[in-house]
């Protein structure tokens, strides 16, 4: 079964310093994952997504996040954070097991990130 | 281009009642998946629909359904509600593309369901 995992219910940081929201997945075959960001009372934002290539996925709001292979990994990451970037964020993995055939998505529990000024 | 559109954006129900929920994909999308998300379950998938046919549905007991028209439009209901289904459902629609694996799924607002 596919999975992912946010072990952390809550990030903080100060505004300015770098930002990492972990994500590890659990998939048979190549991963495809996501990031996407929630702001209060609103629907899902995407922020990026891995699907083959560089290691290193670029996204919406100076977000990038890193995929790495060997430790089932896709971290999200910013260098500098801001306190309007406080929001819950969820990793997100394609249900593979329909051949492809559906948008199916498993979220991750969500980690939510507090930025303080 | 608009985005994905749910309506009601709230609601109040109470047990026994049951529910419909609307949700407008973005012009040109045909597949529309439904999500509830609340705090101690999170995110989980409840259906997918895909010109007007189901293509995948979540573990959720038969009082959920759902259904999608011609216009790719959706809608899914709940009958006899029970406490447990206060939640947010989120309603998210992609691409024609289907057989893209790498396609993003554009969320709506959510509709939030009390159920009293």
């Known amino acids: 079964a596919q999975s992912v995992a946010q072990p952390e219910d809550q990030v903080n940081v100060a505004e300015g310093n770098p930002l990492t929201v972990k994500c590890t997945y659990s998939v048979s075959g190549n991963p495809y994952l996501f990031w996407y960001v929630q702001y209060p009372n609103r629907g899902l934002q995407f922020l990026l997504k891995?699907?083959?290539?560089?290691?290193l996925v670029k996204g919406s709001y100076g977000f990038e996040a890193e995929f790495n292979k060997s430790q089932t990994s896709f971290h999200l990451k910013k260098p500098s954070a801001l306190v309007s970037d406080s929001a819950l964020y969820f990793c997100?993995?394609?249900?593979?097991?329909?051949?492809?055939?559906?948008?199916?998505?498993?979220f991750g529990t969500g980690t939510l990130l507090a930025v303080q000024p | 281009k608009a985005g994905v559109t749910q309506t009601p954006r709230y609601l109040i129900k109470t047990r026994g009642q049951q529910v419909t929920l609307s949700c407008s994909p973005i012009?040109?999308?045909?597949?529309v998946s439904w999500y509830q998300q609340t705090p101690g379950q999170g995110l989980q998938f409840l259906f997918e629909y895909f010109s007007e046919t189901q293509r995948n549905k979540g573990n959720f007991p038969g009082r959920f359904s759902g259904r999608q028209f011609s216009n790719s439009r959706s809608e899914m209901n709940v009958s006899t509600l029970e406490l447990g289904d206060s939640a947010l459902y989120l309603c998210?629609?992609?691409?024609?593309?289907?057989?893209?694996?790498?396609?993003?799924?554009?969320f709506g607002p959510g509709t939030r369901l009390t159920v009293l």
């Open positions: 012009s040109g999308h045909r597949s």
């Open positions: 998210a629609s992609s691409p024609e593309d289907m057989d893209r694996a790498d396609n993003e799924q554009f």
């Open positions: 891995y699907i083959t290539g560089d290691n």
């Open positions: 997100a993995v394609r249900d593979l097991n329909y051949g492809g055939a559906t948008n199916k998505l498993i």
